[in-house]
């Protein structure tokens, strides 16, 4: 029988893989004017919504980076990373703005104070998760609907239309 010879520089080691975490995604669609955010589902969330200037909403998610679908060319700039979106709503108007918080304890603050901020209606939705919201000052010219677990008022909200705020039993 033949033995076999030990190798003696045998070193093991861990290739460390790429992440492979799913993207925060933003969709536009132009002809509606519907501007979408689906949080990841599996993760917990973490959403500041803001108006930093007169025609500009401010997307930043924290631990996470902003993927752009639907007709996202002129009027959206991704920066800082990637964890930052900023949208000229003189060019993308949102009549609609989506907020769907999927699963897990996700945390949204929205708040659109300086106008005219280009948001029409707004519907910030949790989901099967510990969802906490925290409305800031808030200045829209339609409907506004909010459904979660927690719903915190930080500041004054005006809507020129319906306000439904719904706390969900988890």
Known sequence: LRQRRKRKNYKPFFEQFE????????????????????????????VTVTSPAANTVRIVVVGDTISLTGDTGAG????????QLDINTSTAPAANFNVNLGDLGDTLTFGLANTPNGVTNVN???????????????????????????ITLGGIVTASGNVTLTALNS
């Open 19 to 46: 992440d492979r975490r799913m993207m925060a995604i933003v969709n536009y669609t132009a002809a509606s004017d519907l501007l979408s955010f689906p949080a990841d589902a599996g993760e917990a969330n973490n």
């Open 76 to 83: 959206f700039t991704l920066s800082s990373g990637g964890t």
């Open 124 to 150: 910030l939705q949790g989901d099967a998760g510990t969802e906490i919201v925290t409305l800031n000052a808030l200045t829209i010219t339609g409907n506004l609907i909010v459904a979660s677990e927690t």
